[in-house]
């Protein structure tokens, strides 16, 4: 027996005017385990097929390439000895019909220390809309990665320090353990503008905010939400609505994405109450082949990179023509 499915935010009518809609699915979410070095990357996935286009690309997969319906999954994918002539078969046949966002989940923890430590955090945060922001926190990732152990030590320090399923969440010095991590990546970046900005008493603010569930703030080790803003934003391209179909993902709850619709909305200079994101609606990925070309592509994206970004699913130029806008490149 099944389950009832967890989130979404199905919309409340039809949506009117220009309306896409896609089917999305990941590859590498790990939860709030944002440093598990055997999914380093998450791969957001989506498509605009119609249920049939869907339902015939899977049924060719399945005769052409003999999969059986326990197998078809990116990594029995992969394995196969015609792998690469499957794959290439796949992607060409989603030329123009699919979007993979990546998420590098060191990066997307930087920009967390920047969205949340240094400025009043939004539901925009991790995004593209927050420009200013991504070139500070590319920076610090920049500067981390350069320093060895000591932003790994950083890194954990501040997963720590924001969780919020504790069940003793005073004294546990995890504020005083993140400031002695930032002193000593400070020895190897003493110019890095973020990290000497951070402030202990905003640090403890934003704690004691999370620790009270203030919901303003968004989740901060939830990269779920800026990676689906960014694929509502690619489809949207400022003048289309978006209906999105998931895979079920408790990450996005309805109180999640009524504030991401909103910050999107609002972002756009819309009126009260529309926004890019029309609705989403989550869906078990056995019940709809669109979701399951979706997770194929998803695998292919994460566990292969370089064969989405120098494929036929080609790379979407940023609005200031910088690499930070790579469809297909590892990002936040």
Not at 69 to 98: H, M
Not at 127 to 152: I, K, N, Q, S, Y
Not at 168 to 193: K, Q, T, V, Y
Request: glycine fraction near 8%; hydrophobic fraction near 40%.
């Amino acid at each position: 027996m099944r389950l009832p499915l967890q989130g979404g935010l199905p919309p409340v009518e039809t949506p009117s005017g220009a309306v896409v809609e896609i089917a999305c699915d990941e590859s590498g979410f790990s939860g709030t385990n944002l440093l598990d070095p055997a999914t380093p990357v998450i791969a957001h996935a989506s498509v605009d097929l119609a249920v049939d286009e869907a339902a015939g690309l899977v049924a060719t997969l399945r005769s052409g390439f003999r999969f059986s319906p326990q197998e078809f999954k990116s990594r029995q994918f992969l394995r196969r000895p015609e792998a690469a002539e499957a794959r290439e078969w796949f992607l060409t046949a989603l030329r123009g019909r699919a979007h993979v966002h990546l998420v590098d989940k060191q990066l997307f923890l930087a920009t967390r220390v920047v969205d949340l430590l240094l400025g009043e955090p939004s539901y925009l945060a991790g995004t593209r809309l927050v420009g200013e922001r991504r070139a500070d926190a590319r920076a610090l990732h920049r500067a981390g990665r350069a320093a060895g152990p000591d932003w790994d030590t950083f890194l954990a320090a501040f997963v720590e320090m924001l969780r919020t399923k504790r069940r003793d969440r005073s004294g546990d010095g995890s504020i005083d353990r993140f400031i002695a991590a930032r002193d000593a990546l400070l020895r190897h970046a003493p110019a890095d503008a973020v990290l000497q900005a951070l402030d202990r008493p905003r640090v403890a603010d934003v704690q004691a905010r999370l620790y009270a569930e203030d919901r303003s703030i968004p989740p901060p080790l939830e990269p779920m939400l800026p990676a689906l803003a960014e694929t509502v934003l690619f489809w949207s391209a400022g003048r289309h609505r978006v209906l999105v179909t998931h895979d079920e993902q408790s990450a996005l709850t309805a109180d999640r994405l009524r504030r991401l619709q909103r910050a999107l909305g609002e972002h756009a200079g819309l009126p009260a109450g529309e926004s890019p994101l029309a609705g989403l609606v989550m869906t078990d990925s056995r019940d709809d082949p669109r979701v399951q070309v979706a997770d194929l592509l998803a695998g292919i994206a994460r566990r292969t990179p370089g064969a989405v970004d120098d494929g036929p699913l080609q790379p979407m130029p940023s609005p200031a023509g910088s690499p930070d806008g790579v469809a297909a490149e590892p990002r936040c």
